[in-house]
């Protein structure tokens, strides 16, 4: 849930910015390990490992935007069509949302643009919104996610009201064509056994 809100994780251009190697403010990194490590540690100021109370003192910043601040005025748009009931739905919605920064955030002019000038100034200063922004929406998500559950949990027919994980395919594989049917060749080398070579 938390990861979903990340771009790069929504896009399979280049294994997702694993293999597109980038520069920011003079160190190399893959432009994944940029998005979840290096903009985040730098719109917090964090230049060594981050600690607990580093997370906690963002997640305290990121409330106060959601309740008072910035965000208050779109926060309940992000819960729109959150559904215990149909996981994989409501998964899909947040991964469409994220991967609509994909084109505008992550690659705002090419993939190659990103690839030949250091990260750190102006991209970093569009990118760090939308870092702080799908961040936030992630915890808003997650933690309404739980009420839901934690609500159904408590009701009598708690069992009836929502699927249980094991029960939800996120596999992708329902998003795929249907099987193509065999051609009468492989239908008759089936049936006689095979073959004995590799294809």
Known sequence: MGD????LHNEAVAIGGNT???TFDGAHWNLHALWDTAIPNKIRHISGNVTLADAEAWAADLTEDIETGEYKACAQTWLQG???ADAKRSALAWARDTNLYVCSS????SIKAVSESDLGGEYFDQAAETVQLQIAKGGYRLANWLD???LAAGQKN???MYKRSGDVDLSGRSLLPAARELSLTKLARRDFGGCDHPH
Not at 4 to 7: A, E, H, L, V
């Open 4 to 7: 979903i809100t990340q771009p």
């Open 82 to 84: 959150d559904d215990i």
């Open 106 to 109: 992550v690659f705002p002019e």
């Open 158 to 160: 708690a069992t009836t």
């Open 20 to 22: 597109i190697n980038v």
């Open 148 to 150: 839901q559950l934690a």
